[in-house]
């Protein structure tokens, strides 16, 4: 009995590979051939012309001039549309946890914040066009700040 077995599992093995390497001629010669078809001969059966039938399917090109400008809305839609969006994006509530606080900076973020700012705005060079005169003071401040020299001269002196 176990010797048929054997003899049925060989013969199944080499049914299999008898069929396998037939497979493989036959799809090989099928592939290395070349299908030659003869030329058939033309035949007018369709009695409308077909390229006219497509060419009025296709979607019509319609040329609009253009229009002159109306300004009937007496309102700057654009700005109510983002005021709107604006409203609609503020509204939205983000609850947040609590961080605990750590001190992992050596310095005071708010002092080199302040200096940063100062620099920037004491860097930044004003040109200014020259004035006309205006002798908008009715009295002579070159003779009073001469006096007042004089005055501040006088009192040092005494009062050393």
Known sequence: MKQTKNLNTMKTKLHTAAIITLITLFTTNLLASEF???EESYIDDIPFDTEM?????????????????????????????????????????????????????????????NMFT?????????????????????????SIAQSNQSIDTTLCVLYK
């Open 36 to 38: 030659n078809f003869m």
């Open 118 to 142: 100062y620099y920037n705005a004491v860097s930044v060079e004003f040109e200014m066009n020259d004035e006309a005169y205006i002798d908008d003071i009715p009295f002579d401040t070159h």
């Open 53 to 113: 039938v497509v060419n009025e399917m296709k979607t019509p090109e319609f040329d609009f001039e253009d229009e002159a400008y109306i300004n009937d809305i007496p309102l700057n839609t654009a700005s109510i549309a983002a005021n709107y969006e604006y409203d609609k994006a503020v509204s939205v509530l983000f609850e947040m946890e609590e961080e605990t606080y750590i001190d992992d900076l050596p310095f005071n973020t708010e002092i080199v914040s």
